[in-house]
């Protein structure tokens, strides 16, 4: 096993530590010290690239949302954002030779996510990123009226109540499940490690 497979596996635990509910994907998590002086934890700056930590939140999570997710809707509302934003931030330049079919995955993985939620396939990832972000942020914060007004129209088509109800029981949704894991693998190849951003 490579030596950023051997950590990935290792860290496996704290990986499934997503970011905060209420917290834009963009922003990446630390693991282990963070001054620039001081080894990180596990040698790597792990979690600190907001990619890595979408990918692999959305991996572990999506592997097994049933049990994962269950009665857990601000964090099944920050995982469904951090999967659009790995979505869309998997195009940039740096990933140029990931497998072409790491974008067609999270791309069939999106939809079906959109489907699940209610969201419109043709709603822009910003606006839907924000929209599931205030609802996580809400419902971290018990604020079930923020949180209806979260997803209330916008970038979704059904009412505010099933879609807090989706995210409360939060069902499979096996193609996001296997892109975010496809995904995870190219970051976990031999040479993955200039991936991470310091």
Not at 23 to 31: L, R
Not at 177 to 182: I, K, L, M, N, V
Not at 185 to 195: A, E, H, T
Request: with cysteine; net charge neutral.
């Amino acid at each position: 096993m490579s030596r950023i497979g051997i950590i990935a596996a290792a860290a496996f635990g704290l990986a499934a530590c997503t970011q905060a509910p209420g917290t834009q994907p963009a922003q990446g998590i630390t693991y282990g010290p963070v001054n620039v002086n001081q080894a990180p934890a596990f040698g790597v700056p792990f979690g600190t690239d907001p990619v890595l930590t979408s990918v692999m939140s959305a991996s572990s999570f999506y592997a097994d949302p049933r049990s994962r997710l269950a009665g857990r809707p601000a964090l099944a509302a920050q995982v469904a954002a951090q999967y659009e934003f790995a979505t869309v931030a998997l195009r940039e330049p740096r990933f140029i030779d990931f497998s072409p079919l790491t974008q067609i995955q999270m791309d069939a993985g999106r939809i079906a996510l959109r489907d699940t939620l209610g969201i419109r396939q043709d709603a822009p990832s910003e606006a839907v990123i924000t929209q599931l972000t205030q609802a996580a942020g809400a419902l971290g914060r018990g604020d079930a009226a923020a949180a209806e007004t979260a997803v209330t129209g916008g970038s979704f088509t059904r009412p505010a109540a099933t879609v807090l109800a989706t995210l409360q029981a939060m069902p499979e949704v096996p193609a996001a499940g296997r892109a975010a894991s496809f995904a995870e693998q190219q970051f976990n190849r031999p040479g993955g490690s200039r991936y991470f951003t310091p």
